[in-house]
């Protein structure tokens, strides 16, 4: 496995990288926008189902997994994968 130095170093360039940060954006506004959607139904007076508020969580862990995860993280979730 790549040593941990070059690959933090490739993991800043990607997260810095134009590319990235547009992603990272129109990912954060899918969220707000779909957050904003089961707040309006709930303060309305409308159900929520679980269904849609665990897979809002689940979208929101894993847009922070993918943007936020360190250089280590990566290494042992990719480690992890190798050994099944």
């Given at each position: 496995m790549r040593d941990l130095i070059s690959f933090s170093?490739?993991?800043?360039?990607?997260?810095?990288?134009?590319?990235?940060m547009e992603l990272r954006?129109?990912?954060a506004k899918v969220l707000a926008r779909r957050k904003r959607?089961?707040?309006s139904s709930f303060l309305s007076?409308?159900?929520v189902s679980e269904a849609d508020?665990?897979?809002?969580r689940l979208v929101e862990e894993w847009v922070a997994d993918f943007f936020e995860s360190s250089a280590e993280d990566v290494?042992?979730?990719?480690?992890?994968?190798a050994d099944e």
């Open positions: 170093r490739d993991l800043a360039e990607w997260r810095e990288s134009p590319v990235t954006a129109a990912m959607a089961l707040v007076g409308r159900e508020r665990r897979a809002l290494q042992e979730a990719m480690k992890d994968d």
